[in-house]
């Protein structure tokens, strides 16, 4: 089964209570910079308090490194080869035969909403396919390439006015896709200042260059008063972290006062990662498949469940979809796994090992490279075709210490068995052999090709 589609209720559901189910996503956040996740200054705390609350995934994968395909893939619940808007972030879009998450929970009775500050995340791109509102109001401009975006700050102003007009009988999905972090790294004055250490470190090689490609330079579009600082970079998106963090927590806290939030199914990810450095990548993502741009952070509240667990287990995007149908008491038949089932389990709030999703492998998929992620290894290739794979490196894996790995490291490929080598290739052999989904593309107009060249991306 490739991906989801076939709605399908279990006996009995239509008699459970329907809750508020909220999915946030946020972009660029790269999951080892929360403070939930180990990191070791003080950026998240009411991310942290939502982990508290519910569990943890230490080892998330991405669908994809870009933002179409990422989201695309959660809300249909299949890997980006699978899906009509497959892998690109420009004019591809969704197909109205794709049953979204919100379609499946808006048939179920679920009042639907979105709001979304990413331009990407258009209409046009058929994210809009079942939700009742799709909120994207872009007020703001991104500094240095002036697009249009909507901050956290007024992003979650606009949901809180909505959630005071809303139906309290409905119950609620709602989406909110949150911009920042993404650069240009421009926390709010406020946030500014709050993480500034080691300014004074090393100044980085690379010159600022022309283009936002990324890779040995600083993308031109990142690039903030000729700063080569990379700790200086890296503070500023820190700081914008503590800025969309604060911003959820205004937004949780409705619920909270509302008296709605031990009752909703909360789930926390982001779109993808972003590179810091990491094999000679800087400030970008959406080029290489590797943990940095696809290691992403994912919290699970589920109402009754006990708080604070910690999930080693690997997984992914796909799995959001059934488990947020699941909330609704829907049983969709699609690749990932309902990851409830796993957090509702009446067991001791530690960490916990799932053996019942070890035996499959991730994916993270942007089309020229895929990386899988198969019993604590990483394989990751070059594709330039369905079929042809070119492998670039295979080594262990693990999200603790988030060592990042090499993209070009084929010597880790040979101190892996022989055994391993072959396992990993079948995986590889088996995903590529499925057939691909039909992608679709709308036609892009003349400022919309000048602002996707602008950003780096060409078809
Ligand atoms: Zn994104």
Known sequence: MLGCGQKEAPPG????????????????????????????????????????????????????????????????????????????????????????????????????????????????????????????????????????????????TSVLQWLGDSDPKRPLFLWVHYQDPHGPYTPPSEFADRFTRDEKGPLLDPPIQDDNFGFKRIPSYQAIDDNRHLQSYVSRYDSEIAFVDHHIGRLLDWFRENGRYEDATILLTSDHGEAFGENDFFFVHGQTVTKDQSFVPLLLKQPGQPGGRRHETPVAHIDIYPTLCAAAGLAPTCEGKDLGTLTNRNESPERINEDSLTDRSLYCDIGGGLAIHRDGFLLIGTLKSQTDKDILSLQPSDFKPRSMGSYLDQESTKKVSKKTQRRLMKSMQEYLSRPPARFASYRITKKERAQLEALGYSE
């Open 13 to 156: 559901s239509e008699e459970l209570p329907r809750k508020d189910i909220i999915l946030i996503s946020i972009d660029t956040l790269r999951a080892d910079h929360l403070s939930c996740y180990g990191y070791d200054l003080s950026t998240s705390p009411n991310i942290d308090r939502l982990a508290a609350d519910g569990s943890l995934y230490e080892y998330v994968v991405s669908s994809s490194a870009y933002t179409s395909a990422s989201m695309a893939s959660v809300m249909t619940g299949a890997y980006p080869r699978f899906n009509s808007l497959g892998y690109s972030n420009t004019s591809a879009k969704l197909l109205d035969h794709e049953v979204t998450l919100a379609e499946q929970l808006n048939s179920a009775g679920y009042n639907t909403a979105a709001f979304v500050c990413n331009p990407v995340l258009k209409k046009k791109k058929g994210f809009h396919q079942g939700f009742e509102l799709y909120d994207l109001e872009l007020e703001d401009e991104e500094a240095i390439r002036g697009f249009p975006e909507r901050t956290a700050a007024k992003c979650t």
